[in-house]
């Protein structure tokens, strides 16, 4: 059974800061991962999408990694915002059906 | 437009009651998805439509029913819940349901169940 996790669970930083936010998965045999965010009480934002066969994506100051064969990826954000202030989810979908099964999330806190 | 809408926003119903949930997107996708969200939890997948065919979670209860009168528009029907119910409740859509697809979420409907 695949089992996502992300670590840290929490996190804290001063505006201007880069945030580093991991995601390990115990099945290799992945389609695609997503990370989203979300705000409290709101549904999910997609922020990026990384296929099975690629390495990185980035959009604007967002960058993702995949490392399939360990089971990991990680998210970037460059220069840290108030307003990036959220809870970040990662997600891997192992089915054509698209089925997404999501890690606990990290949140995040950007301090002024 | 990447939007997907979902109604009502809110909603609070008794163990009796029955009450429907309403999704809809017009971006031409044609895979639709309701997901369950417990507060501080990640979303949990309960059923996948994919051109109007329905992969189901098993461990979702009978008191949840979908519905997909078309490619646009799930539903969900909601009987005789209980209290443990009380959730975000979350629709997603992607294009044609195929692996590399993005899902776009909904705002979600919090339901809460007395």
């Known amino acids: 059974k695949q089992e996502v996790t992300q670590i840290p669970a929490a996190l804290s930083v001063p505006e201007g800061e880069n945030l580093v936010l991991n995601c390990s998965f115990t099945?290799?045999?992945?389609?695609?991962l997503q990370w989203f965010r979300q705000d409290p009480g709101k549904g999910l934002t997609s922020l990026l999408l990384i296929q099975s066969s690629q390495r990185e994506q980035t959009s604007g100051r967002l960058n993702a990694s995949l490392d399939k064969s360990s089971g990991r990826s990680t998210l970037y954000i460059a220069a840290s915002q108030p307003g990036d202030s959220a809870t970040y989810l990662c997600a891997v979908s192992a089915d054509s059906w698209g089925k997404l099964q999501f890690g606990a999330g990290t949140q995040v806190v950007v301090t002024p | 437009d990447t939007e997907v809408t979902q109604t009502p926003k809110h909603l609070v119903m008794g163990m009796t009651n029955k009450k429907s949930l309403k999704c809809e997107q017009h971006m031409g996708h044609r895979a639709m998805y309701w997901y369950k969200q417990k507060a501080k939890k990640p979303p949990e997948l309960m059923f996948v439509y994919s051109y109007e065919k329905l992969s189901i979670n098993e461990s979702v209860p009978s008191r949840f029913s979908p519905e997909c009168p078309n490619s646009s528009l799930l539903n969900l029907h909601l009987h005789a819940l209980q209290p443990e119910d009380s959730a975000l409740y979350l629709c997603a859509s992607s294009q044609q349901g195929v692996r590399e697809e993005t899902q776009y979420f909904g705002p979600g409907t919090r339901l809460l169940v007395l």
């Open positions: 099945d290799s045999a992945i389609y695609n």
